[in-house]
């Protein structure tokens, strides 16, 4: 009997922050080359060629039409998410392939997208410090807390941009055990002491 190995799908779209989507993958796909059974993917909306929020031109894995359904799906933040906020054919087809997946991720704007596609309802949440206004505006019903991630059922969310790398850690040890996170940690050499400190 084959070893069933998960699968993530990162969504790609115009104006994504680069930091927000690079960061999980380096997590996932370094966990991957320790022996974790998970295969991660870029899906872009809609064509696979993206230029995102600081100018990183990317070709995603897929393109939307030809996406494969995943276990775990991690929407990105960015300006991009205020366009796509409004894009009605985006949120209904984001929808679908969100439910159709175990567990629905965000990092930093991208909590805005799981809201309009109905995952945050009565959850718990956050978003990029900077974006708590964006994201209340569209998660009425949505408890905003200002955390570096927030776990909330089977939808995980993450503040701004390098936070991705905190949520992808804790889903990677939730999911594989709290060595793998630890060892895939280690070797990505991520133990952040910034040279300025952590503001307040």
């Not at 966990?31 to 998970?38: D, F, T």
Request: glycine content about 8%; aromatic content about 10%.
């Amino acid at each position: 009997m084959t070893e069933h190995r998960m699968t993530l799908a990162i969504i790609l779209f115009p104006d994504v922050e680069e930091l927000d989507f690079v960061g999980p993958w380096e997590v996932f796909t370094m966990a991957r080359a320790l022996g974790a059974a998970i295969d991660v993917f870029t899906v872009g909306w809609r064509e696979r060629e993206i230029t995102c929020a600081k100018g990183l031109r990317v070709t995603a894995d897929f393109a939307w039409v030809d996406r494969p359904e995943a276990d775990v799906v991690l929407i990105p933040g960015g300006r991009g998410t205020r366009v796509l906020a409004q894009d009605d054919a985006f949120n209904d087809e984001i929808r679908a392939y969100l439910a159709a997946a175990k567990w629905q991720t965000s990092v930093c704007t991208g909590s805005a997208l799981l809201a309009r596609a109905g995952f945050l309802e009565g959850r718990q949440a956050t978003t990029n410090r900077g974006a708590l206004d964006f994201l209340r505006a569209h998660a009425p019903h949505t408890y905003i807390l200002n955390q570096r991630f927030v776990h909330d059922g089977n939808v995980v969310t993450s503040a701004g941009v390098s936070a991705g790398i905190d949520m992808s850690l804790w889903l990677l040890g939730h999911l594989f055990g709290e060595d793998m996170a630890r060892s895939t940690q280690t070797h990505m050499e991520y133990f952040p002491e910034p040279p300025y400190g952590n503001p307040v």
